[in-house]
Nanobody, 120 residues
């Protein structure tokens, strides 16, 4: 019913920037909170940050001041702008969206993940 497609991952040197996108399509009526998580090798999946319907955002302390989350409601898309990247930011990044479908069902949907590698 709902598909999420992530894009924008890749390899970058420390101090560089990347912008991730996550676009949702399908039987969507509305989207609530949009969030990003990441999972480094051998570690649990951690919350990176989220943005509410009004555009208010919150971030994990580890990325505060470096990352910014934004959303385009018309495109059902959430973005993660990552600046001043560090090697410890290396991980697979996942988006998750709180979706209300036209069938009036509600669920959290996850993207397929996109690899971000920060290395010199």
């Amino acid at each position: 019913q709902v598909q999420l497609v992530e894009s924008g991952g890749g390899s970058v040197q420390p101090g560089g920037s990347l912008r991730l996108s996550c676009a949702a399509s399908g039987n969507i009526l509305s989207i609530g909170v949009m969030a990003w998580y990441r999972q480094a090798p051998g570690k649990q999946r951690d919350w990176v940050g989220s943005v509410g319907t009004g555009g208010n955002s919150n971030y994990a302390d580890s990325v505060k001041g470096r990352f910014a989350i934004s959303r385009d409601n018309a495109k059902n898309t959430v973005y993660l702008q990552m600046n001043s990247l560090k090697p410890e930011d290396t991980a697979v990044y996942y988006c998750t969206l709180d979706v209300l479908t036209k069938l009036r069902t509600r669920a959290n949907y996850w993207g397929q993940g996109t690899q971000v590698t920060v290395s010199s």
